[in-house]
C-alpha cells in the first residue's frame, strides 16, 4: 500500500474562515510534506516534518500552520487567507527524510479556493 | 543550491509515436535525478528515478530516461505513447546531503497524445 490520503479534496473558504487540511499515510512512514502548487507550475515546498517534527519551513506565512498529531497524520491549518492562496495542496510522504534514497509519495490533493 | 531545467513546456504528440521529454540540471555537487507524472486532477507519481550505477532506468509502463554526467541531462523517452500518457511531468533533483529531503522540480512539460 502506497497511498497518501488527502481530505477534503475540494475547500471553498472565505477569508475571514478558518479551516484544515488533513493528509493520511499507513506505510509507516516517518517523514511528511506540504507543497503547494499554482495551476501549470510545479509544486513548491512548504514544510517538512522528520518524525513528528518540524524540520523545514520554507518561509511559509504564519496564516498556514501544520501539525504532526502522529506518525501518519499532517494538518495544515488555515486561517485568514488570501485569494493568491488558492492553489492544488499537495501531500507527500518518506520513510525518512534522507535525501534521494527515500522516495516521496503523494496524495491527489486539496484544490483550495479562497474567495 | 540545484536548478532543473525542461525545456518544452508543451509536447502535443500523435498516438504511437515516440516522445522524448528534455530535463537539464545545474547542480555543484552530485544529484540524485526523478521523473514524475501528474495526471489530471491528481497527484504526483514517480515514473523512475537514478540514484547510481546503470546511466539508463526504465519504468514498467514503458518510460526510459538516460543520466548523462556530462551534458548534466536526464531525458524521458518512450518509444511509443498512448492517449492514457497524456499528462504533465516533471524532472526532478535532490541532493545526497539535501536538508529534508527536498526535491527541486523543473517548469513541468505538458504531454497531449493526439489520436
Known amino acids: 500500500d502506497t497511498e497518501v490520503t488527502q481530505t477534503p479534496k475540494h475547500l471553498v473558504m472565505g477569508m475571514t474562515n478558518k479551516k484544515s487540511l488533513k493528509c493520511e499515510q499507513h506505510m509507516g512512514h516517518r517523514a511528511m510534506y506540504w507543497y503547494k502548487q499554482k495551476a501549470k507550475k510545479p509544486p513548491e515546498l512548504m514544510f517538512v516534518y522528520s518524525y513528528e517534527k518540524l524540520s523545514i519551513n520554507e518561509s511559509v506565512p504564519s496564516r498556514f500552520s501544520p501539525e504532526c498529531p502522529n506518525s501518519s497524520l499532517l494538518n495544515l491549518h488555515l486561517h485568514a487567507l488570501q485569494p493568491e492562496d488558492s492553489a492544488l495542496y499537495l501531500c507527500?510522504?518518506?520513510?525518512?527524510?534522507?535525501?534521494?534514497?527515500?522516495?516521496?509519495?503523494f496524495g491527489a490533493g486539496t484544490r483550495l479556493s479562497v474567495l | 543550491a540545484q536548478s532543473v531545467t525542461q525545456l518544452d513546456s508543451q509536447v502535443p504528440v500523435f498516438e504511437e509515436a515516440p516522445v522524448e521529454l528534455r530535463c537539464n540540471y545545474s547542480?555543484?555537487?552530485?544529484?540524485?535525478l526523478f521523473w514524475y507524472v501528474q495526471y489530471p486532477n491528481q497527484g504526483l507519481q514517480l515514473l523512475l528515478k537514478y540514484l547510481s550505477g546503470s546511466t539508463l532506468v526504465e519504468s514498467i509502463n514503458g518510460f526510459e530516461a538516460e543520466f548523462n554526467k556530462s551534458q548534466t541531462s536526464f531525458h524521458l523517452r518512450k518509444p511509443s505513447v498512448h492517449i492514457s500518457d497524456t499528462a504533465e511531468y516533471f524532472c526532478?533533483?535532490?541532493?545526497?546531503?539535501?536538508?529534508?529531503?527536498?526535491?527541486?522540480f523543473g517548469g513541468g512539460t505538458r504531454v497531449l497524445v493526439k489520436p
Open positions: 526532478a533533483v535532490s541532493a545526497p546531503k539535501a536538508a529534508g529531503n527536498k526535491l527541486t
Open positions: 507527500a510522504s518518506s520513510q525518512d527524510s534522507r535525501a534521494g534514497l527515500s522516495i516521496q509519495y
Open positions: 547542480s555543484s555537487v552530485s544529484v540524485y
